[in-house]
């Protein structure tokens, strides 16, 4: 049974002779209905504030909840963008690797072409030192006929010792024209 503060101010007793004194159980009531004022005020002034609180806790939950699922989904993209960052870079060095493998055929092509453009070059310098010492020592021999003959004409001695010291040398005229 509820029993408001007004209920026990406005409360009668019958009355009776030897019975308690008027005056003390009305101030006891009316102390009585004071306290119970207090506490029926006090009861919805903590009802309010549980109210608040609930609120604002519920407020928190769904703050707490906003914020874990931004940490997930923050998590989330991070681990994507790592993956693709990871395989945008393998794809990266496999393309460099490929790159720096082809350069390096084509410098092993470019030293075989090099290797055999002198091998080539040599084997012309060789000929062609060939050829002039042909033509060198064919032009020796002539001179030395044509020497013979005109010493053959002029029986002088000193003309036939200048033909002896006629040697040529066939090197020596090559390492003059290279």
Known sequence: MKISPIEIRQQEFTKKMRGYDPDEVQNFLESLAEELDKLNTENESLKSEVESLTDQVNEFKKIEKNLQDTLLSAQE????????????????IREAELKASQIIEKARESTNDIRNAVVNLREEKDLILAKLKAIVSSQANLLELKVERAGDEKTTGKKIEQSNKMDIDINDILNKIL
């Open 77 to 92: 993209s991070s681990a994507k963008s790592m993956e693709a960052t990871k395989k945008q870079t393998s794809l990266m």
